[in-house]
Structure formats: C-alpha cells, structure tokens
C-alpha cells in the first residue's frame, strides 16, 4: 500500500513505550514543582506576532512559525513559554500579589533548517518564580533545576552558573559599539578562540581584555572563578556567583553546580544569574534559564523574574544513548582534511594506523590513546558533531559556513586553507549598474548573507558541479565559489573581484561533550595544539 499522508517535517507521531516514557518524565517533573509550591498554568498555542515584538523576545522572527487570522493579524504557534505567562501575569492576574510561582508543562513550535533531525514540536515543563529579585529567589529557582537535573539524569550531570552582568560590564569597559559587542559574544559563546584575539587585539591595553579572552575556556569549579578574579580583581559578579555556590554547596548540591563564565548568550534579555543543565548522552543542554527582570514592565507591570525551561523530549531522547565510558569520538573529513589531520596526531605520537588502513570498518579505534574516528564526507561531521554521536570533528570553514555551527569552534588546524571569493567574467563590470544580478554558487547561504551585508539584492542560482560554467553559459552574472589558487578561474576567463572569507580547516566541538568530557577534550585540544606548533 502507498502512503501518501504523512507528518510535516519537524513533527512525528509517537506511540506506546514513547509515550510512556515522555509522559513519565512529565509527570516526575511536574510532582516536583507542586512539592514545591508552584501552580500550573497553560497558555494558548497560538499567540499574536506582536507579543513577542512588544516583549523583546530573543528568538529570530524566521524561528517563529506563523499563521494568518480572519482579521489579517499575524500570529504564531508558541514559540516560548515565559513570554505568554508574562502577558497573563500582566493581565488577568495584575490584581494576584506577587511573587508568583507558576509552573508549565506545554509544547513550544520552532521552525528548525530542514533535514537536521530536529524537532519543530518541543515539549517543555518548566517554571518561572515572577516578582522576587533577590539571592533568596535565585536560590530558590536554582536548587529546584539541580533537583529537576536529578530527577531526569540520576546519572551524573551537572548545572552550570553564569553572570549576565560580568559580559555587559566587560564590554563596557572596553567602550566597544553594539554590533561589536554582539560580534565579541557569538564568538565567545562559541569558542572561537583564535577569532575572538584577532577581534580583542586592538583592546590589548585594557584591563579587560585579559579576562574577555579566557572566557571561553573559563568553565569548570570555583577555580574559574578565582582565575577570573585574578585578571581583573574582585567583580560584584563574581562574588555573587561566590556566594550563590557557597549556600548551594551547603545545602548538599556542591557536586552538581559548577560555572561558565562563557554563557553570554541573549544578553539583551538576561540581566543576572543564567545557567544550564546537561545530562549524560544528551547532544545539547537539556536544561536552559537565568533571571529576566526586564520583561514584565513591557506588558505595564515592572517586576523582576527567573525561571527556567526543560526540553523533555531531548531527556527521552539521551536515555537510549550509546556510552562510550572513557573514550572520545571524532568525525574526520574524508580526503585531504583526514591526511592532515592523521599528520597531526602522528606528529603528537597518536597511532593512527586503523584510520589509514580502514577497510570495511565504519569506527576506527586508536590502539595508544582513547579516540575513536569516523570518517564522513563534510556536511555529515557537522550534523554528528551537532547531534552528540560524535564529540569531536575536523571540517572545513566551508562547511560551518554554509551550514551553520550549533558546536563549539575551538581551534583553526590551518590546514586546508583557502578562500571564498567573488569572481567574473575578466573584463565585466559586476558593480556598474542597477541591474540585480544573478549569483551561482554550491554555496547559497553564504553568498546570501554577503550581499546582503552589502545591501545588494540579488539572485541566487544553486549549482551542485562546475560553477565556473554559469558564467561562461549566461546563466549567471557572477559565481561565489572556494578559490585556491585561482588557476581554474582564470582558465575558464574568470577573475576573482573580491574576497568573501578565509576558509581552513577547523576542530569544533558537540556543546554538551566540551561540559561533561570536559578534561578528556581539553587534553586532546592540547595535543593539537602541540602537533601545530611543532610543525611551525
């Protein structure tokens, strides 16, 4: 029989020990906020677009998936929970003293890129303690997400603590515009750890550029923060941090709270303490929060929050995950990206003779050091890497580009290197008219993003072989293409006019891996590390 009815992308049906198993979690998860003293509450699926304008709201317009009402208004499938309980804590419960607790248990719909695996149905319970503001509350709302990670991940994992204020005031300091600033923060959140010198070079006088650039690895115990103090002396921040440890530690949840003075994510919605969880065989973290005390007075009713969101079905997903007790995984770009890598750790004295001598094994074991390696082609690294099956991964900035990066980058090899570049026919003038062009390229969402970062607007034609021929048939004004030497442009009559961005070859990292294999990753980053300076 042929079945043409089928779910969207994005959404599945679920059935039998799936259910059970959701729904068990729900239901640990929701008995443990009632102990605690928080009510239900349940908003609408759908909400009006302007609501989460009006609010702030830090989630991309194009994450929203929206519909048309009968009066032309533009709404949305919930794309969040807290702003929905915000309006009716605003509204229908404005006459209810505060602080309120409040609790939920909904599902939120995002519209993920196609073809990743991900979910555009999330289900979620969390709770948010609105109208409190100090210590206490804080307290309060982080000792219940270590009960909530315990619940779900009795198999160790861990809740990390960061401070909203430390970035802002960081930045300050160095008198860096917005769109700096939000540039220093993607690359902090991520990792990048070479970019973020290049960015913070010019800074080198100031004080707090000692601390800006250690962000990113300043993630672990109490030692992040004494580190942290010793670059730029005692921070309000950090003794905050401090002091929210030494109560928790007290209390008994000492082993499971530790800090990442990297968490500067949705800094214009944060103004405290942020935090998250992780969970053994999780990709991600399955626990995301922090105080939000700005969001309220945007519906008329000022007064301070925090609350936090678990993502249920990322819970149900780890607890059929593989465990790979001691030992790491890294996906490796077939080619020329896996002979130089294999030069690398060679150079470093890893024995690399299963990954040169493959044969028909899918997983090659290193017989001197714990590192398992996969080889795939390069938009297959990325996609292991992001969904957690492998911990590690060697791809090119090609690939991140296009794709996107949801891991953390930590290290350009060098190798591989080359760029992306603008190229026309020799002799055209690509920039002289008001004409909108016609672009060619394999590569669509990065010359998408560079004219529009130009203003331009133009066409972009997707083509899978040789781009240097659009241009030779007519078919495009111009190609975006990687260039080494340029030696087949100009073969084919075309010249580069300008450069996109550099491309080499990059380790990145799964976001979750990088938190719970934290001292085995570091190790191996370090022996690439090693293996680059000894080729210098």
Do not use: W
């Not at 009066?71 to 419960?93: E, F, Q, Y």
């Not at 309120?100 to 319970?125: D, P």
């Not at 779900?152 to 204020?165: K, Q, R």
């Not at 799964?510 to 980053?525: Q, R, V």
């Amino acid at each position: 029989m042929n079945y043409t009815i089928h779910t969207p992308e994005g959404t599945r049906d679920r059935m039998f020990a799936e259910c059970r198993n959701r729904r068990q979690i729900q239901n640990a998860l929701t008995a443990l906020f009632q102990t605690r003293g928080f009510a239900e509450i349940s908003t609408p699926e759908v909400e009006f677009y302007d609501l989460f304008i009006q609010s702030g709201n830090p989630i991309p317009q194009e994450s929203m998936l929206k519909i048309i009402d009968r009066s032309g208004k533009i709404m949305v499938m919930r794309p969040d929970c807290t702003t929905p309980i915000a309006r009716v804590a605003a509204t229908r419960l404005k006459t209810v003293p505060m602080p309120l607790r409040l609790y939920y248990n909904e599902t939120v719909f995002r519209s993920g890129a196609a073809h990743t695996g991900g979910s555009s149905e999330i289900a979620q319970c969390g709770v948010e303690l609105l109208g409190a503001g100090d210590r206490e509350a804080d307290l309060e709302v982080i000792s219940l997400a270590v009960e909530a990670l315990k619940k779900i991940s009795p198999d160790a994992g861990h809740i990390e603590l960061g401070h909203a204020g430390l970035f802002k005031a960081l930045t300050d300091e160095l008198e860096i515009d917005a769109g700096g600033a939000e540039q220093l923060r993607r690359l902090i959140e991520g990792k990048h750890f070479a970019a973020l010198e290049d960015l913070l070079r010019p800074y080198e006088g100031k004080r707090a550029y000692q601390l800006l650039t250690r962000l990113p690895n300043l993630f672990g115990g109490t030692e992040v923060l004494e580190e942290a103090e010793a670059l730029v002396g005692p921070r309000t921040e950090l003794s905050y941090l401090r002091d929210l440890y030494q109560v928790l530690e007290q209390a008994g949840y000492g082993s499971f709270v530790q800090f990442d003075l990297g968490l500067v994510h949705q800094i214009d919605y944060y103004t405290g303490v942020v935090f998250r969880g992780y969970a053994q065989g999780a990709g991600a973290p399955v626990l995301s929060g922090g105080r939000y005390d700005h969001l309220l007075g945007a519906f008329g009713r000022p007064a301070p929050a925090i609350g936090f969101a678990i993502d249920v079905d990322a819970v149900a997903a780890r607890q059929s995950a593989e465990k790979r007790e001691g030992r790491l995984r890294i996906a490796l770009t077939k080619g020329r990206l896996q002979d130089k890598t294999v030069q690398l750790l060679e150079r470093v004295g890893l024995d690399c003779t299963p990954i040169k001598n493959p044969g028909r094994r899918l997983v090659h074991a290193l017989p001197n050091y714990p590192l398992d390696a996969v080889l795939a082609k390069a938009p297959d690294v990325i996609t292991y890497v992001e969904h957690g099956v492998c911990d590690l991964g060697v791809v090119g900035k090609d690939t991140i580009l296009e794709q996107g990066s949801p891991f953390y980058e930590v290290l350009d090899l060098g190798f591989g290197a080359c760029r992306f570049a603008l190229a026309v026919k020799e002799g055209s003038d690509f920039y002289g008219t008001y004409k909108t062009r016609r672009i060619a390229t394999k590569y669509p969402n990065v010359a998408r993003r560079f004219f529009a970062e130009k203003g331009m607007d133009v066409e972009i034609i997707k083509i899978e072989g040789s781009v240097e021929l659009a241009p030779i048939l007519d078919l495009a004004d111009a190609i975006v293409d990687i260039v080494e030497t340029g030696a087949t442009l100009k073969e084919n009559g075309l010249v580069p006019i300008e450069d996109v961005a550099p491309v080499s070859a990059r380790l990145v990292v799964n976001t979750a891996a990088m938190k719970l294999k934290k001292n085995e990753i570091l190790d191996f980053i370090g022996k690439c590390q090693r293996g680059l300076e000894e080729n210098i």
